[in-house]
């Protein structure tokens, strides 16, 4: 297998080769310098690379042409086309113009050039046109008003996730459909309960909170709009931990955004890594609130003893389909942050029920010495017993500051400067 990686900047070049050299054993990683005329290598041929790493500016070169000019050759490879950070416009114009996917310089992760380089020789090589149809097979067979297609992100047995561009301020935004409105009235309470919640977290303003741009219904299936997030998500950061004092704002953000939702009366249900999701300037929002409930409509919409969630980040009354309050949300943190600070989940087993009794009865886990300050407050949000567990998230919340440092967390990536 052979990449090639075209980016002017060496120290960016040498660190991308590393992660890929990681994600692809035994690969040929060639990184190359645009010089003169010429941005590609000499006797360069598009069929002699598996994948090609792009950057938006190759010397006096526009990336866009030349994205251009290897899309229009004979068995192009897949590009993943690499975009100043926070640069929403160059993403959306790059997937237009035929990139299988892109990667903003400055706060990529290795998972996440992982799941690129997988996803992109997934698709594998296109010849002339190829770009076109294939985003035509994977673009929605309906239309939100509004709003313009650009990428397929993924989908499940209820619901698929397109990355959209709002016509309107050319912002991207995600576009979560949930397919097959049913016409039964007894198989109507989840799609009830998908959205009413939207509907009461549209309303909130909170930048720890996601932004909801739009739902409804229209012909079979309901969705919502909602912000992009081109930082990705929190557990694509977790596979060493991370410092205890930047754990400790994650968990601060978290645990104001659990604040402003229990304001509203909506119970998360659903918190892990994967639903805390991660802007360029380093905030969090807590997202995917499609098992969360209303306190006030759960005899009408959830049965007794109905089982939502991950069991990874369970609170012993939710994996026994108990009733539940804001403290089984605080719960779930806890296991979040303890992943944080150790990049291991507390408990595993190899079953869900397995882990589901490990969250009632095994012993509440041990940080190492290191972060021995946090143990107090792990223990208090992890407590068995919900009696014993912060009261609500801004109890929460004074606990956490009182133990972070005075200075800001410096933000630490690993990428160099781009």
């Known amino acids: 297998m052979r990449i090639l990686i075209v980016d002017d900047h060496r120290d960016y070049r040498t660190w991308l080769g590393h992660h890929l050299s990681a994600a692809q054993p035994g690969a040929d990683i060639v990184d190359h310098e645009a010089a003169g005329e010429d941005p590609w290598p000499e006797g360069f041929a598009a069929t002699d690379w598996d994948l090609v790493f792009l950057d938006h500016r190759v010397g006096m070169h526009d990336g866009l042409e030349l994205l251009r000019d290897l899309k229009s050759r004979e068995d192009c490879p897949p590009i993943v086309f690499l975009t100043p ?36 020789l997934r698709r594998g090589r296109r010849m002339p046109g190829a770009a076109t149809r294939a985003a035509d097979e994977d673009a929605p067979s309906f239309r939100l008003k509004g709003h313009r297609f650009l990428k397929a992100l993924g989908s499940g047995s209820t619901a698929s996730v397109y990355l959209m561009e709002r016509e309107r301020n050319e912002q991207l935004a995600v576009a979560k459909v949930f397919r097959h409105v049913p016409d039964r009235v007894d198989h109507f309470a989840p799609l009830q309960r998908f959205l009413r919640e939207y509907e009461v977290i549209s309303g909130i303003r ?12 229209a012909d079979d299936m309901a969705f919502i709009v909602m912000e992009y997030f081109s930082g990705g998500h929190l557990g694509e950061r977790l596979a060493k931990g991370m410092p205890m004092q930047e754990a400790l704002e994650y968990l601060a953000q978290a645990a104001r955004a659990l604040a ?30 499609g098992v969360a409930k209303l306190r006030d ?41 303890h992943e944080m600070l150790t990049g291991r989940k507390p408990y595993v087993a190899g079953s869900p029920i397995a882990v589901i009794w490990k969250h009632r009865h095994a012993p509440l886990p041990r940080l190492p010495k290191s972060m021995a300050e946090c143990q107090p407050l792990l223990d208090r949000m992890m407590a068995k ?34």
């Open 385 to 418: 017993a919900r009696e014993e567990r912060f009261a609500s998230a801004d109890e929460l919340l004074a606990a956490v500051v009182a133990l972070q440092a005075p200075d800001p967390v410096a933000e630490v990536s690993g990428e160099p400067g781009t």
């Open 260 to 289: 402003a939702i229990h304001a509203v009366g909506v119970l998360h249900r659903d918190l892990k890594p994967a639903n805390i999701m991660l802007r360029d300037d380093a905030t969090l929002a807590v997202i995917d609130f």
């Open 85 to 120: 950070q926070g640069d929403q416009h160059a993403i959306a114009r790059a997937l237009q113009e035929g990139a299988d996917d892109f990667l903003p310089k400055g706060r990529s992760t290795h998972d996440h050039i992982s799941r690129i380089v997988r996803e992109a």
């Open 206 to 217: 909170h930048p720890n909170v996601v932004q909801i741009f739009d739902l409804g219904i």
């Open 297 to 337: 409509a759960a005899a009408e919409l959830t049965g007794l003893g109905e089982v939502f969630g991950t069991p990874y980040y369970m609170s012993p009354e939710q994996g026994e389909g108990t009733p539940v309050d804001e403290r089984s949300d605080i719960y779930s943190l806890g296991v979040v942050f």
